[in-house]
Nanobody, 124 residues
Framework: QVQLVESGGGLVQPGGSLRLSCTVSGRTFSRSAMAWFRQAPMKDRELVATVTWSGTATYYPDSVKGRFTISREVAKSTVYLQMNSLKPEDTAVYYC?????????????????WGQGTQVTVSS
């Protein structure tokens, strides 16, 4: 049994910051990868960050590069997404995901473990 639970979403002004957390239980992911995806209404699910559980590699698409940072705290079995300089177009439900194997997988359909999502709304 693998469980991922996100928290930290909310309403924030444009230019503001939020930190999302994803707690992982059920088993360790020492040889796996973690990711954050987001999905806005009537839009496809979009990858925003990946990290290996070992923390040796990260990835960000151009849309969030320089603004978002993914990290993990192994002792707490927690993955974080620090979001700075938030824009209205960042508004979405943000999901934590995990998979065995490569962190380079960009398609959400190939990430089998998911949290329930947390809403992030960027609005003035």
């Amino acid at each position: 049994q693998v469980q991922l639970v996100e928290s930290g979403g909310g309403l924030v002004q444009p230019g503001g910051s939020l930190r999302l957390s994803c707690t992982v239980s059920g088993r360790t992911f020492s040889r796996s990868a973690m990711a954050w995806f987001r999905q806005a209404p009537m839009k496809d699910r979009e990858l925003v960050a990946t990290v290996t559980w070992s923390g040796t590699a990260t990835y960000y698409p151009d849309s969030v590069k320089g603004r978002f940072t993914i990290s993990r705290e192994v002792a707490k079995s927690t993955v974080y997404l620090q979001m700075n300089s938030l824009k209205p177009e960042d508004t979405a439900v943000y999901y934590c995901a995990a998979r065995d194997g490569s962190s380079s997988e960009r398609l959400w359909q190939r990430w089998p473990y998911w949290g329930q999502g947390t809403q992030v709304t960027v609005s003035s």
